[in-house]
């Protein structure tokens, strides 16, 4: 079965956490087709996450049948994880108005949190974009490059 996709089959015990809105479902499944494509294809990316504190590789989060994505109406920010090494994730409405690109990357991004990257001040789970295929090293040391959803200044 793998990661879920909240459609109105799950009751998540986070508040705001709901299901994703019809007009907003074939941009989550398409990061989740691209996620699963970048598992397969990027090594990296499975060994970047093996890396993180629960040691588990971006496969085995997606293949993870625990783990429910769901949608955010209100959140500021683009998304987040109910705790670090959680498995309630949600994706906001900022993130959708942005595109697809930005829902794949936010669900990259809290997916190390699943793996166990922490919060705060860290810069682990913004880092696994780096490893997906989804940002320059560059943008590290140079500044944020506007063409690749990975931004060098996102925390947590």
């Known amino acids: 079965m793998g990661m879920q996709i ?30 699963r494509w970048i598992a397969a294809a990027m090594p990296s ?5 093996r890396s ?3 040691g588990r590789t971006l496969s085995d989060l997606l293949a993870d049948g625990r783990i429910w994505v769901n949608y955010h109406a209100t959140m500021p920010h ?6 670090v090494s959680g498995t309630e994730i949600a994706i906001s409405e900022r993130s959708c108005k942005v595109g697809r690109w930005t829902v794949l990357a936010t669900l990259i991004h809290e997916l190390a949190h699943a793996a166990g990257a922490p919060g ?20 590290d040391q140079h500044g944020d490059d506007a063409n ?4 060098p200044n996102i925390q947590g």
């Open 45 to 49: 990316a499975n060994v970047y996450f």
């Open 78 to 83: 683009f998304g987040e994880t109910n705790r």
């Open 52 to 54: 993180l504190p629960d």
């Open 148 to 151: 690749t959803p990975y931004n």
């Open 6 to 35: 909240n459609i109105g089959d799950h009751t998540s015990s986070e508040d705001g956490y709901i299901a994703f809105p019809n007009h907003r479902r074939a941009d989550v499944r398409w990061a989740r087709v691209k996620a």
């Open 120 to 139: 705060g001040n860290d810069r682990s789970a913004e880092r696994a974009l780096l490893a997906c295929g989804l940002g320059r090293a560059s943008e």
